[in-house]
């Protein structure tokens, strides 16, 4: 039987002035009870312990409890508090030390401390509640928190640690000065809440502990919108960031499953995993990057498949010794290359589909960073489908480039392979080699480039075997400077332009082609003919070989030899 006590400070037939005169006569007869408390101010601190039901008479709100400092509610048992406010400074406000607490439509103001404090082996649920400043923290214990409201917290919203288990739901978070939810070697599950305006990350997870979001909208962070780090664990799902710095951050040995999630106008990267983070990312958008949409550096190693990528500076970088898998990935209308792989680090791009960006893949580096594609589409890369510049490797399987200047092209001392891969209607050249890089391609084709099919400048190496170059405006192939390569099995049609142009040492094995074949010797010098600019003298409109010019003399002759070694 359920014992009811009435406390009003305007006194009433068998009420109790005070709430704790109240909870005394509760605590003589131990036994459930309901205490219920009129409208008005109590600057009392409160002790419950048992089966106790703590009741506004009037609505939430019309009844405030509060001291100066310390603790106003310190209970154990099994305390329910319903429409109560508490306020306090200096300490935990309301604190649970056994049993069960329950605070429905109530409010917590806390000042330079901890709002409500759920100690080791007690379960405290908030419910329809509002917190005020200070934070609330679950240490070992369980916790449920829905429909609530934190506002201005001076630290953490809500903390989860020391093996605390949590779950927060359709809950409001904002203005907290560090995080809006911490999780450090606890458990915490979070569906549906809306976080924003916090210092740091929305959302964190450290020292092992395991974070499960779903269905969350993080707004306007000051850093990340979801941080794993020190090996936490958990998974992100169908959550949408918005202005965050980082969209989510991975490091420290973290290793989530991110799935279905948004992350947009992210000022520096949507999703961000260094070393030796790791994470697997599936069916993710991101847009409008700041920097970079997905960044692995420093040791990462994400796996990320069905990206989709549209603007920004950016698509996927992966820098400084990382690593990473793509799969699946869709990049759009970036400012910067869609993907960029340097500093010693290695990535395979696997089913890869561009448009609309200055470069596909760009690789730089030394001999240590290595990219590979494996079935690409690059379609309007204003420079070149393919990159590779330093020491780095690039190798293309199954790749072709739409439009732009060049298909692919290698310099300095890189090395390109290309194995079943295409270019069509570029402006400048399907593939360009030059500098001390190399190619090695096999059943390469190249189609309706207004400039030449394949270009060697430099000391570069070429190994072409059975490659198709047609209908190229200018040339099939042109081999310059001191290049050396080889054509074996190659054909070269269309009505255009001549098939090869090089200067003697290639090797041309097996060419078909209709087309004029050109040699021309090497610069006796070595590199590029010397450039003279004669203003007084007459104008060429095409390449001029083997002439001489005289000025200011009584009388010239001129003599032309043709291609095929007549004279006139």
């Not at 920004?312 to 400012?335: C, Y």
């Not at 001999?367 to 420079?383: N, W």
């Not at 400048?428 to 390469?444: E, I, W």
Request: charge should be negative.
């Amino acid at each position: 039987m359920v014992t009811r006590y009435v406390v009003s400070q305007r006194g009433g037939r068998r009420a109790h002035p005070t709430v704790s005169s109240a909870l005394a006569a509760v605590a003589r007869q131990r036994r459930p009870a309901v205490v219920e408390i009129a409208p008005g101010q109590y600057g009392e601190a409160l002790t419950v312990r048992g089966d106790v039901r703590l009741v506004a008479a009037g609505a939430p709100g019309s009844v405030v409890v509060g001291t100066a400092r310390g603790t106003v509610l310190d209970a154990a048992g099994e305390v329910r508090v319903h429409g109560l406010t508490f306020a306090g400074r200096n300490a935990d406000v309301v604190t649970c030390h056994a049993g069960t607490l329950l605070l429905e439509q109530c409010e917590v103001r806390a000042v330079d401390g901890v709002g409500v404090h759920a100690r080791p082996g007690t379960s405290v649920t908030l419910r329809s509640s509002t917190f005020r400043q200070g934070r609330v923290l679950f240490t070992g214990s369980g916790g449920l928190v829905e429909r609530c409201r934190f506002a201005d917290a001076a630290d953490n919203a809500v903390a989860a640690i020391e093996g605390a288990r949590i779950a927060v739901r359709d809950s409001w978070i904002g203005g907290s000065l560090i995080h809006g939810i911490r999780v450090s070697g606890a458990q915490a599950q979070i569906t549906g809440c809306e976080l924003t305006r916090t210092g740091k990350a929305a959302v964190a997870a450290d020292s092992q502990g395991e974070l499960l979001v779903t269905g969350c909208s993080i707004t306007n962070v000051q850093e990340e919108g979801v941080l794993f780090i020190e090996q936490s664990r958990g998974s992100v799902t169908d959550t949408h960031v918005v202005d965050a710095r980082h969209g989510i951050a991975v490091l420290g040995g973290a290793d989530p499953l991110v799935r279905g999630c948004v992350f947009t106008e992210c000022r520096d990267t949507g999703i961000n995993v260094q070393g030796p983070g790791r994470g697997r990312f599936e069916e993710c958008e991101v847009s409008g990057a700041g920097n970079v949409a997905v960044f692995s550096t420093l040791g990462g190693a994400p796996e990320v498949d069905g990206c989709r990528i549209t603007g920004g500076k950016t698509g996927i970088a992966v820098t400084e010794s990382a690593r990473g898998r793509f799969t699946r990935i869709r990049v759009r209308d970036t400012a910067g290359p869609a993907l960029r792989v340097i500093g010693s680090s290695r990535a395979v791009f696997e089913d890869v589909e561009t448009e609309g960006c200055p470069g596909g893949l760009e690789t730089s580096g030394d001999g240590g960073t290595t990219a590979e594609v494996l079935g690409g589409t690059f379609r309007g890369c204003s420079f070149a489908a393919a990159t590779a510049q330093g020491e780095s490797w690039a190798t293309l399987r199954n790749a072709s480039a739409h439009g732009g200047t060049v298909g692919f092209c290698a310099g300095d001392s890189a090395q390109l392979f290309l194995y079943d891969c295409a270019a069509e209607a570029t402006d400048g050249g399907g593939v360009g080699v030059m500098d001390g890089s190399r190619l090695v391609a096999r059943n390469l084709r190249v189609n309706s480039s207004e400039g030449v099919g394949l270009v060697g400048r430099g000391s570069a190496h070429l190994d072409v075997v059975n490659a198709v170059f047609d209908d190229c405006a200018t040339a099939g192939a042109v081999f310059q400077d001191t290049c050396s390569a080889r054509l074996a099995e190659c054909s070269v049609t269309g009505e255009r332009g001549v098939a090869v142009v090089h200067h003697g040492g290639i090797a041309l094995d097996g060419l078909s082609t209709s087309l004029r074949i050109v040699e021309r010797p090497p610069n006796p010098e070595g590199g590029r003919p010397a450039t003279v600019n004669n203003y007084h003298g007459p104008v060429f409109h095409a390449e001029a070989h083997g002439i001489q010019l005289a000025w200011q003399n009584d009388r010239v002759d001129q003599q032309q030899r043709n291609e095929g070694g007549s004279s006139s």
